[in-house]
């Protein structure tokens, strides 16, 4: 009997299991925001073109059969059941809704592949400021900067199908951009393949430098297969002939270029989902203008009296100076409770400070960093920004990923401009007053190039007139209409609505993140503390300020 009883004990552990109670049931905000985040991934396969050894099909009969596929993604969006989600969830279903609005704009307006030769740039030396590429561009995106140098022969074989594509989809480019009537994005479309060529040019030679979040380094050809050069080699006589055939084209292509009012205002809200449409970001840009000039003037009388400041001629000694003053910047920063002390966030600032520029080769900015780094090294708060997104993701999948459409760029290029009066009034400029006066002028370029953009999309003037418009409203004689940097830009803010006003506008919206956390501090009787204000703001991720704001009114009603 003891070892009948002994044997029956031993079996109990077995069949404990089929009397276990069941497992708690899965909350059903949880379900369902699970639910969200499956459409998420399914919805960012359903973006991408179809690719076959590297060359992306942006066919009218391609693109006819994405378009129709997008009503069903809004079908299931509208279908999931968000009773009982935070604010957080429901504004990771907003992002969502307004890229499926993104991607029907697209297809129903903006028509890059058939409108816009630079679309079909898509090699790329330096990494972007901001979480993706500025700008629409085909698939798939040829980062070098992504690549370890030198190559494995994993990476060469995969760079050698990439480049090796460069012809076919140029040429399927041709056809593609057959109807396109949109004139000032053809005579200046050549400029982003010239800029192409120059990259594989430099690449075959051995000569490229990239740049990423860890700074400049070289692409080293060393070991490099035969069938990778000969790709290269390729992809750059294609580049330089398709700019030639753009420039030719050219005077054909005689329509209007901008988007429209009406069309400008949808994306607005729909997309960016923006609180301001079109004649209110007007009026914010020349109120900014308006600030900007007068605050310049009496800057300069302030410092009427000051020593004057002067640019260091001498190459090494003006990077001595910009590494010591990168690092007071960045300390400034974390004193003052805009980030958070981190080694990587102190080398991915670092690892941007400018070089000397002789003044031949001066453009807007670099006049601007000649005298003081410091303005355009705050700005540069966007790379703080990429290092947090790598060190430190974002809990939810939704907004690990980068915004498709570039609808984060009321936030990204709103705060890192905000960020440069920030460190003003914080005091970065006590030790030399006429700063203040580079800050001032930076802030009137960025309102005077957004006005322009703003009539270009509303088809008042070309990108001619409003180069002219930028250059002759930024101050000191610093901006020149003819300049690469100006035509990059104003093409740029043509081809992404939104982008050019994004900086002005994006920082105004933060002035009212940080008003609202102003006043619940003083509603509640509790000291406002920026570094808590600004760990609130950043907690929601690079998302539209719109979204911020309501989930920071409810989290300060729960």
């Known amino acids: 009997m003891r070892y009948a009883l002994l044997a029956v004990a031993a079996l109990l552990p077995l069949a404990a299991p089929l009397h276990a109670a069941p497992p708690a049931p899965v909350p059903a905000a949880t379900a369902t925001h699970a639910a969200l985040v499956r459409l998420f991934t399914d919805w960012r396969a359903f973006n991408h073109p179809a690719i076959t050894h590297g060359r992306p099909d942006y066919s009218a009969p391609a693109m006819a059969r994405r378009a129709a596929g997008i009503p069903a993604f809004r079908r299931r969006l509208a279908a999931i059941d968000r009773r009982g989600w935070s604010a ?63 190559l494995s022969p994993a990476d060469d074989a995969k760079l050698t199908e990439q480049l090796g594509a460069v012809p076919a989809l140029l040429t399927d480019a041709r056809t593609n951009l057959a109807p396109s009537t949109a004139h000032d994005l053809w005579a200046y479309g050549d400029r982003a393949f010239a800029e192409q060529a120059e990259v594989l040019a430099a690449l075959e030679a051995g000569t490229l430098v990239m740049n990423d979040l860890a700074g400049k380094r070289p692409a080293n050809l060393d070991n490099a297969s035969p069938a990778l050069r000969s790709a290269i080699h390729a992809a750059r006589l294609a580049t330089e002939d ?19 009012k009406a069309n400008y205002d949808w994306y607005l809200t729909h997309v960016l989902l923006s609180p301001y449409n079109f004649d209110q970001q007007r009026t914010l840009l020349q109120r900014e203008l308006d600030r900007s000039l007068a605050s310049l003037r009496l800057e300069e009388v302030r410092n009427r009296n000051a020593p004057p400041i002067t640019a260091i001629g001498d190459p090494k000694a003006y990077r001595k100076f910009a590494d010591r003053r990168t690092q007071q910047l960045y300390r400034l920063m974390v004193d003052a409770g805009f980030t958070v002390d981190r080694p990587e966030y102190s080398a991915a600032l670092a690892a941007q400070t400018g070089d000397y520029t002789p003044l031949a080769n001066r453009n807007f900015f670099t006049h601007v960093t000649a005298f003081d780094p410091a303005p355009l090294a705050s700005h540069q708060y966007h790379w703080i920004e990429l290092a947090h997104l790598r060190v430190e993701p974002h809990p939810s999948p939704i907004r690990d990923t980068p915004p498709l459409f570039n609808i984060y760029e009321d936030r990204s290029e709103g705060f890192a401009t905000a960020m440069e009066e920030l460190v003003m009034q914080a005091g970065a400029y006590d ?41 002759a409203w930024t101050p000191r004689g610093w901006s020149d209409a003819s300049s690469r940097l100006v035509g990059f830009e104003q093409l740029l803010y043509l081809r992404q609505p939104g982008y050019g006003p994004s900086y002005i506008v994006g920082k105004f919206q933060l002035d009212h993140l940080l008003t609202l956390a102003s006043h619940r501090a003083e509603v509640a009787h509790r000291p406002f503390v920026m570094r808590d204000a600004f760990a609130d703001i950043l907690a929601s991720g690079i998302v539209p300020p719109s979204l911020i704001e309501t989930e920071a009114e409810a989290q300060e009603q729960r």
């Open 88 to 150: 957080s969830q429901i504004g990771d279903a907003r992002l969502i809704g307004a890229e499926i609005d993104g991607l029907d704009f697209f297809h129903r307006v903006l028509r890059p592949w058939a409108r816009d030769p630079g679309y079909y740039q898509t090699v790329f030396a330096e990494m972007s400021d901001v979480p993706a590429h500025e700008g629409p561009s085909a698939e798939p995106n040829i980062d070098l900067h992504n690549y370890a140098w030198p």
């Open 431 to 471: 030790d030399e007053p006429h700063g203040r006066e580079l800050v001032w002028a930076m802030l009137a370029n960025r309102a005077a190039r957004g006005l322009a953009s703003l009539r270009v999309q509303a088809n008042e003037i070309g990108l001619a007139e409003a180069g002219k418009f930028h250059a």
């Open 242 to 260: 398709f700019a030639r055939w753009i420039k030719a084209q050219a005077p054909r292509r005689i329509g209007p270029s901008g988007i429209g």
